[in-house]
């Protein structure tokens, strides 16, 4: 099957984003992400590399952006408690399905149903803000919301990290086959192996990703097919 990679397929949705999704798929859909990201995502390393070494430094707060159904934001909050470190976690998503499921999940996250928008009217402030596949499902608009956004909700020596999909043929038909033995056990039900290629479809490459990030973010991609829009307050220039 031929999949054309060329462009941003930004016509096509993603499944889970229907508002008449079925539930008991979506939901597992929720379950299952813990899975992919894990394998996927590199949270792991982000942590290590990022987030706990500020936090040895004194208490932080991070911001999820997007978080579905919360599993990076009890991932790292459970990292931080098995290194006993001062870090609280608040996941946000705008959408009452993820966080009415994520909320049964606790994991010592709190969890709000919101836009960032609602945050900065409210001055609200964090030491991280980050996000885990979600600037691929925004408009030009809304990403550009999204960015501005993070900005203005993180403090002064903070950072932000929106980590995404970096679209290539390795990503499309490396998920496609490592996948594939799973569609009829593990992910069956869910929409987890249709949207992921919907999802690589749709996914910047890091030239598109730098064309339209506002003056002051950088543009980072990293082996196997992640990329990560990054900002900290040094980098925006006078």
């Given at each position: ?92 998503d705008a959408d009452p ?96 192996r249709e949207d992921g ?30 990329l990560e829009l990054r ?8």
């Open positions: 099957m031929s999949v054309d990679l060329t462009l941003r397929a930004v016509s096509a949705r993603e499944l889970m984003d229907d508002p008449g999704a079925d539930i008991t798929m979506l939901e597992r859909t929720y379950d299952r992400f813990s899975l992919v990201n894990a394998v996927v995502s590199r949270w792991r390393s982000v942590y290590r590399r990022e987030i706990r070494p500020r936090a040895r430094r004194g208490p932080i707060h991070l911001l999820d952006v997007g978080a579905g159904g919360g599993d990076v934001s009890r991932a790292i909050a459970g990292w931080a408690r098995r290194d006993g470190l001062p870090i609280s976690v608040t996941a946000l399905r993820a966080i009415r499921w994520a909320r049964e999940r606790g994991g010592g996250v709190e969890y709000r149903c919101a836009h960032t928008s609602d945050l900065v009217a409210d001055a609200e402030r964090f030491d991280l803000v980050v996000s885990n596949h979600l600037i691929h499902h925004l408009s030009g608009d809304e990403l550009t919301g999204v960015l501005d956004g993070s900005v203005a909700l993180v403090r002064e020596g903070g950072v932000v990290l929106h980590r995404d999909i970096a679209r290539s043929r390795l990503a499309y038909w490396g998920f496609a086959m490592g996948t594939a033995p799973f569609a009829k056990n593990v992910l069956a039900g869910s929409f987890i290629l919907i999802s690589i479809r749709r996914s910047f490459t890091r030239a598109e990703a730098a064309e339209v990030v506002p003056r002051g973010w950088q543009v980072n991609e990293e082996f196997p097919a992640r900002w900290e307050a040094g980098d925006a220039g006078p």
